[in-house]
């Protein structure tokens, strides 16, 4: 965990979330200033650099499978067909994926 990531601490409970969806390794929370209904940050609990393409391939392929379960809690929880998936990581330096 870094210190002066808040997304560390949120991953790690130091900061309260509305969960939707956890693992041991991801954690899934509503977004608190949301630009849809139900628009959702999937957060890896180690911190990572938010350039997830320089993840290790073992992690960024469970944060991959990660991100189809909770496209699916969306899905049924919504009353969707789909969401959409942004990875940007321009405003916190954490990798996550962003749920719209």
Excluded: Q
Excluded at 10 to 38: M, Q, R, S, Y
Excluded at 55 to 66: G, K, N, Q
Excluded at 79 to 91: D, H, P
Aim: aromatic residues 10%.
């Amino acid at each position: 965990m870094v210190e002066s990531c808040v997304f560390c601490k949120i991953a790690n409970g130091a900061i309260k979330a509305a969960k939707i969806w956890e693992d041991g390794e991801f954690v899934a929370v509503l977004d608190i200033n949301p630009n849809t209904k139900g628009m959702t940050l999937l957060l890896t609990k180690e911190h990572y650099d938010s350039y997830a393409f320089d993840m290790p391939e073992d992690v960024y392929s469970r944060f991959m499978l990660a991100a189809k379960k909770v496209s699916g809690v969306l899905e049924r929880g919504l009353n969707v067909k789909r969401v959409a998936l942004v990875m940007e990581g321009m405003g916190i330096n954490h990798a996550h994926l962003k749920f719209y």
